[in-house]
């Protein structure tokens, strides 16, 4: 028979360290038994809630806070892609985007049982394809490769009703203490925060499964 191991995972998809960190879940789950059914929810949380919908200049808002070269910053997390096996250059995405809509439509993606290859998907068109996620159609034509009605999506995220859900859940992981992601729960017992490395995946799986 075989064991559920449940999954929450909070990240943004605007975020290059989600992007890592999501990578090497996976790869540690692709090397889970075949007897181990695994369920991902994915949760919002907002890495700067103040972006507007246009966007922010990355590179100037990082020079204007730290007065450093942001690709200095850049380069550590670049390093840890490529042993992801993610060729991320962060120069060619010049621009950070407000990701409530994106939240939105990964969060109503739980009843096609997809989410986390939805956010994925979304996190890679940003970061990896250099797409504007802030723009609708981008959103939607995402939406549609993972089992969306085109119209259905578009309607999903601009109601604003659902757009408040979302906000206020983003809100909550942060009052829960969550204060940066990625943040990683297994089985509703051990949580992992950051992109940790592959060992760590490893381990915080093989101990959560061993009390299933």
Not at 7 to 28: E, H, K, M, Y
Not at 45 to 57: C, I, K, M
């Amino acid at each position: 028979m075989a064991k559920l191991l449940k999954i929450d995972v909070f990240t943004d998809v605007v975020c290059p360290w989600c992007l890592v960190g999501s990578a090497r879940l996976d790869q540690a789950l692709a090397n889970l038994p075949d007897d181990i059914e695994v369920e991902i929810e994915n949760h919002p949380f907002y890495l700067d809630p103040t972006v507007p919908p246009e966007g922010v200049d990355v590179g100037a808002m990082l020079r204007e806070k730290y007065g450093r070269d942001p690709a200095e910053m850049w380069a550590r997390v670049e390093s840890e892609a490529q042993k992801a096996g993610i060729t991320l250059d962060l120069s060619r995405q010049p621009r950070m985007f407000n990701t409530a809509k994106a939240h939105t439509l990964t969060r109503l993606s739980k009843a096609n049982g997809n989410q986390h290859d939805l956010a994925n998907a979304i996190a890679e068109a940003y970061f990896l394809q250099h797409q504007q996620i802030n723009d609708d159609n981008v959103l939607a034509d995402i939406a549609v490769e993972h089992g969306w009605d085109r119209g259905d999506a578009m309607d999903a995220i601009n109601d604003e009703t659902e757009l408040d859900i979302t906000a206020q859940l983003a809100t909550s992981a942060a009052q829960q203490g969550i204060r940066g992601v990625p943040f990683f729960v297994f089985g509703e017992k051990y949580a992992l925060s950051g992109a940790q490395p592959d060992e760590v995946f490893a381990q915080a799986l093989d101990k959560t499964i061993s009390e299933l």
